[in-house]
Every structure is written in C-alpha cells, then in structure tokens.
C-alpha cells in the first residue's frame, strides 16, 4: 500500500465522522439535517502567506478551520463537518502531519463537528491548506452582509486589533510579553451560537480588518458607516501598544470578530444575550445615509485619517 | 474595491448559482434537496504536479471539475455544486483567469451544476486549485468501494490506458498524431448517470491506475482478482502505442472511468443499459478467493509481470 494512504490511515482516519465512511470511498455521504438548510464556504492557508512556515502545525490547524467556523458564525450557522485537502512538500515530516491532526481533533471535539473527506497531494511549493466547511441554519434564517440600513448601530463581538497586532508580534514588530495577541492571531474564536436570526440586519466576520468588513456591509446596502474611534473595543494587550498601533487595529485583519448591523432599540438585548453566552458586544458606531464610506471620528466627532483599509492578495 | 474582488466580479460571479447569493455572503446557503442524500468530495491540482504549467487553463478548470465529478459518478450520484479555492501567484495574467473561468463555465452548463462559493489567494508556489463538490443520491443507495465478493466479476467503463498515454504525449515521449490521447489525458469524461445503484456491489473510478484502483476494492472485499489482459478496452490510439505501453496502461492513473464488481449474471443487462447511455462496458476479469492480491493474465492463464502499480504523492 503506497504511502499516501498510510498517511492517511495514521492521522486523518481517526477524525473521520461516520458520513465519511472510513475515509474509504470516493466521498462522503451525509443525510442532510431534517428540514434545515446548509450553509457552506471554503477557505485557504498558504505557508508564507496566511501563516509563518515555522507556525507549530496544531496551531495552523486550529486556525484553518477557525476562520471557517468564522464564516458559519457569520451566517448565524451550525457546523456539520469540513472536507479538508493538503498540498504539502514531499519531504514534510511525519510530526508535522500528527501534530496538523491533533489540531483538527482538538477543535473537532471543542465545536462538533468531525472530517467527511479531502485529498492529500505533494506540492514542490509551500504548504496549501483548503478547507471546506458544512453547516447548516433554520430554513430562511441565515444571516446575510446584505441587509444593513442607515439609522441601524454598528456592534462587534470581543475586542478589534488582536489579530492584527498578533502578527505584528509574530514578525517582531511589537513586543508584547503576555502572549496574548499572538494566541489571538493563531487561534481565533469563532463566534458561533449566538441569537442573532431575526434581530439583526447584517452581519460579517472581521476577516480583511474592521474598515474593509465594514465597506463590504456599506456597498450592499448603499449607505456609508460612522466609526466612533474611542467605542471600538480593545484588549488591555492592544491598547498597551499605544495609540500609534491604532490604525493596524482598524485595518489589519484575522480578528474573526462578528461585525453586526442592529436595528436601533434592538442592541441592549442582544448584548444581555450574548453577555449571558460569554460574548462580549460593543456599540461602535451606526449606519448613514449617503455615499458608501466609512468614517472614523474622533472624541470630538471629527474624522480621522486611517490610511490602511485592510489588504488585498491581488 | 481591491483587486482581489475586482478578480471574483470578472470572472466567477458569473459561474455562481442562487445558492451562491452572489458570492456576497461568507458563506452559500443550500436547501438540499428533498428526501435526498449528499455525497460530497475534494480533489486538488498542483501546476506541475498534476497538470503542466503550460497546459491551457480551460482544459484545467475542465479538469479539476471533471475529476471531482468521477468520484460522484463512482458514488453513483448526481451533481448539485461546488466549492473552489485558487491559490495563484500574484503575477498570474488575467487572462489565465478568464480561461479558467470559461473551463468551468462550460463543463457547469454540460454537467448540470453550479459555484457555490470558495476563495481566492495569492501563493508563492504554484498554482493549486482545491475544489469540493457537492452532489445527492437517494438515501441508501451510493455505491461503495467495499462490497466486492469472490465470484463478482470485474468490469469497466469505456477504455483503460488512455489518460496514462496521453501523459506520455504531453512529456514527449510517445507520438499520438490523433491528438486523442492527449485529450484523454487532458479532459476526462465522468461516468455520470449510469444505473448501478442495486446492482453493482462496488464501483470505484479509475484515478491512480487500474491495478491500484482494483487492489483498493480488493483490500477491502478481503479477495483477490484476476484480469484477462487481452479483454482489457484499450482506444485505437491505444492500441496503436503498441504492446510495450500495456504495463503502462494498467499502471497509469487518469482514466476516471469506473471500475465496477458487478454479481454474476447480471453484467449483461447493466451493459445493455449502459450502452443505450452511450457508455460501452467491458467485463475484463473476476474477484477470486484468496488473498488480496490482482493478477494479470496473459491469453493461456498464466500470470503475467507488470512492474508498475500506479503512482502514490508520498
């Protein structure tokens, strides 16, 4: 038996759910949840691109179907289970494989869900890492960016910059002796579970950083957004780096926060509810009318100049 | 509006179906349909690995989807969307995208199928596209690998070898003037919509080389099997390589028709039906007791030697 398939049988096996029939077949079959609708997306890491090469493996997988989950959070989901492939150099070492695998089954058992199939080829380049996650949602019920209105508040869960200045940390911009951002870039928290179907208009994870997430929200809806700079929500972490880190906090990305559009008169209870399941939310600001952008305003209602507006990989 | 969505409007926006929601969301939602069960799969493509770099992006794409429609076509199911990541270096002209993005257009409208969602990043390394596809069947009745019995016979779709030749084409070391090889090779044909559910007891789709393929149902039947080299479909082109490319032809991988253990007695009737599909079905062997090992069988009986057991990544 090639090699291939022994890796498989040593790590993945063991995560595969019983829709994934042993890892046997050709694919994986799965009876739908009864009278639910699925929720699907699909998101890659690329060594030296999402993520360092030296990253320890659990820890990418962790993340790798983190920011996953994020997007199923985002659309008010529930997860099912992910397809998973592995481009990887043929000279990656086993532990590499077993540690990625610990990872997956960390997080399998923490948020449900388990593998139902995938792929696993050799790459002479970096490792590539594509993950496609199932959920599924109340028919009718699933969250959509498109929705927002001007008068409805800005609100998002947790604290913004984590992530961005997680990296920062990571590539020795920034020191931050807690560990703290650099566990909040490697391992984000998706957002899952809350009551958000029917209370809010919108939603988006904070994945391409605040002000681009934002202008997402803004262009569907065509309204614009003001941003109070001092309501933004910051870690005690983010905020020691001094105000001059503020602006990687508005623009960086891998927050994997949930940013919401709430009807005015709907926020204070959707914050108690949220409260109540350990998840801080945060008034940051509202909908307006007229062009589609997004301001930031200062203490004294005047806008700032944020020059980094999330990034792009074309 | 960075590039990177700019690249999502031009060229895949179009490819999304209503589940989709326009690639505007995190996520797709599906109402799966009713009564129904989802088989699902994930096939990757590394440029240089899988395909050649200068191969054109339309048969790429065709590619790609066309493998991961084998799979359901093993499964006996039928198609309903996909997923896609595409990681591409930076530099990548647009106009490979729009190729690509013809590729899978076409195959959309001849298979019956839509994009659903997926994601696009930049990558160091080569291209490497990663998609999941999403299909039903009805509950109980997908096609295993397992299930094979000694007295099953062995049977297959249209002709094996080609996809392995039309390799040797590319790389210049056979001469095809048909140019069918290369086709073969370069844009494989899903066995899809054949009736095999309740009469096959196990079918697997011909991807890692005939011999391979069969020892996997092999190994999981806990029998053996015996091929008639001389009742093995091979193409004109095929034929015309000459006797010393047979090894290769049992031994290559890329055929992606259906090998299939089909009860004796009923191999007649399927290839009836399958005929009248416009799909010749050949009986090239039987599953024998013993251990799990194939044998190939030359016209007087006798084991023949073949020294190439298709190909593994690691």
Redesign the interface.
């Known amino acids: ?7 498989i049988g040593r790590h993945f096996r063991a995560l595969a759910g019983p829709a994934a ?1 042993n890892l ?9 949840p009864r009278g639910r ?8 890491m ?1 060594a ?3 993520y360092l090469p030296d990253d320890p493996a659990e820890g990418v997988a962790q993340k790798l179907l983190r920011v996953n989950l ?3 959070a ?2 008010g ?1 529930e997860p099912l289970g992910y ?3 592995v ?1 990887a150099p ?1 000279q990656t070492p086993d532990s590499w494989f077993a540690g990625f695998a610990a990872g997956l089954g960390r997080d399998q058992a923490e948020f449900g869900l388990s593998l ?11 490792v ?1 890492l ?1 993950l ?4 599924h ?1 109340a ?1 009718g019920q ?1 969250v ?3 929705g927002a209105r001007a008068g409805d508040e800005v609100w998002v869960t947790g604290t913004i910059g984590d992530g961005a200045l997680g990296l920062a940390v990571s590539l020795g911009r920034l020191v931050d002796p807690s560990g703290y951002l650099r566990q909040r870039y490697c391992v984000p928290n998706p957002r899952l579970g809350l009551p958000l179907a029917g209370v809010v208009s919108s939603a ?2 904070v994945s391409d950083g605040l002000l ?1 997430d934002l202008g997402h929200i803004c ?2 809806a065509g309204c614009g957004a003001e941003i109070e700079a001092a309501s933004v929500p910051l870690s005690p972490a983010a905020r020691a780096a001094g105000p001059e880190w503020f602006a990687d906090c508005l623009g960086g990305g891998d927050d994997y926060e949930l940013l919401l559009a709430v009807p005015p008169g709907r926020g204070a209870a959707l914050a108690e509810s949220c409260a109540a399941l350990g998840v801080p939310l945060t008034r940051i600001g509202r909908f307006v009318t007229g062009d589609q952008r997004v301001r930031v305003l200062d203490a004294g209602g005047q806008p700032m100049a944020i020059d980094r507006h ?5």
Chains 1, 2 share one sequence.
């Open positions: 038996m090639p090699p291939e398939f022994d890796l029939l046997e077949d050709d694919a994986a079959v799965l009876a739908p609708e699925l929720v699907m997306a699909a998101d890659t690329v030296g691109v999402h994020s997007d199923l985002a659309m989901a397809l998973l492939t481009s043929s139902l199939g995938g792929d696993t080829t050799s790459t002479p380049g970096p590539t594509s496609t996650i199932i959920g949602v028919p699933a959509r960016r498109r988006i994870d681009q262009r569907l999330g990034w792009s990989h074309f």
